[in-house]
């Protein structure tokens, strides 16, 4: 039986450092001291920096590109906490890596979802705070407690302040980008009381998307097309291509959870017919990578709030009353 610690600390890696920044701010204290870096060979160094023996540790650390190295950062942060004799470890991933690995979808296929939770498991985590995974059902990858955070809420909030929004009124169309993101959409689309379409599309390879026909009526409608993350961006901007050229909708705007913005991401969306893309920031953007385009809102209030329930031991699922 773990302990629960009588101190709260917590430590961030490299990978989102501006977030972690802004939670504990929101919490009124500050991060824990940590080296985190490299020896020579690349091998990861961390160096915890003060007594945790006892305390409720939470490492904040999205594992997003660079991946393995942000990986192997959380893996050995939590090592050394670990070792250090921390009353309780929380593993706070904003964005969780290797998240479409999820199944085997062809055979000899690995699932690496499955390996990357085990590793963190071992490591010697004793809970995870994530949001929106790629597939809910990794939550049961974990052989520890997973507290699913989403960014539907988050993200229908900041997007209700809008202008475009009053501007629509009833021509306001939510669209799932694709028939396995019809839940979230819908999820969108109520919160916004607004009708929803689909773009079906077949995959004949990966990254590689053709557009079939637009499921709904967009005809001389705005659209926001909601997904959980945009990798290259091939999916989104074509959709979005095929909602004005093939159903003739009016205007596109756009929003996700996780903005991976890899490969040709950021020229794609920039020449896009996407007005605007709202992202959450549960990945860190480099400067270069924040084009006009979007509009970034923060998840620390709610990453905040659920460190603060995790540490009280009081319901997570009380934050979206």
Wanted: charged fraction near 25%; hydrophobic fraction near 45%; glycine fraction near 6%.
């Amino acid at each position: 039986m773990i302990a629960h610690g009588n101190k709260i600390k917590l430590f961030c890696g490299n990978a989102c450092k501006e977030l972690a920044k802004s939670i504990s701010d929101r919490l009124k204290m500050k991060l824990s001291e940590a080296e985190v870096g490299k020896f020579s060979d690349g091998e990861i160094s961390v160096s915890i920096g003060e007594s945790v023996r006892g305390c409720d540790v939470f490492v904040i650390q999205s594992t997003s590109a660079p991946t393995n190295d942000n990986l192997m950062e959380l893996l050995v942060m939590i090592d050394a906490l670990k070792r250090a004799s921390a009353g309780r470890i929380t593993a706070v991933i904003p964005y969780f890596g290797y998240a479409r690995q999820d199944r085997k979808a062809r055979a000899r296929d690995p699932i690496t979802a499955k390996l990357v939770a085990d590793l963190i498991c071992k490591a010697g985590a004793d809970r995870i705070l994530t949001m929106d995974l790629h597939a809910p059902q990794i939550q049961g990858f974990f052989d520890i407690p997973v507290d699913h955070l989403l960014g539907v809420p988050i993200l229908a909030k900041a997007i209700l302040n809008e202008p475009f929004i009053k501007e629509a009124g009833d021509d306001l169309v939510v669209v799932s980008p694709d028939v396995g993101s019809v839940g979230r959409a819908r999820q969108m689309a109520q919160k916004l009381n607004k009708t929803l379409a689909i773009v079906d599309k077949r995959r004949p390879k990966a990254n590689v998307m053709e557009v079939m026909n637009i499921v709904g009526d967009v005809k001389g409608k705005r659209c926001l097309i909601v997904d959980d993350m945009i990798d290259t961006a091939g999916t989104i901007v074509q959709g979005a291509k095929a909602l004005v050229e093939v159903g003739g909708a009016s205007d596109v705007y756009a929003c996700c959870t996780h903005p991976v913005m890899s490969g040709p991401a950021i020229e794609r969306l920039q020449s896009s017919v996407i007005e605007k893309l709202f992202i959450l920031d549960t990945i860190e953007l480099p400067k270069e990578k924040r084009i006009d385009k979007f509009i970034t809102v923060s998840v620390a209030p709610i990453f905040a709030e659920a460190i603060a329930a995790i540490f009280g031991d009081l319901p997570v699922s009380k934050l979206y009353d």
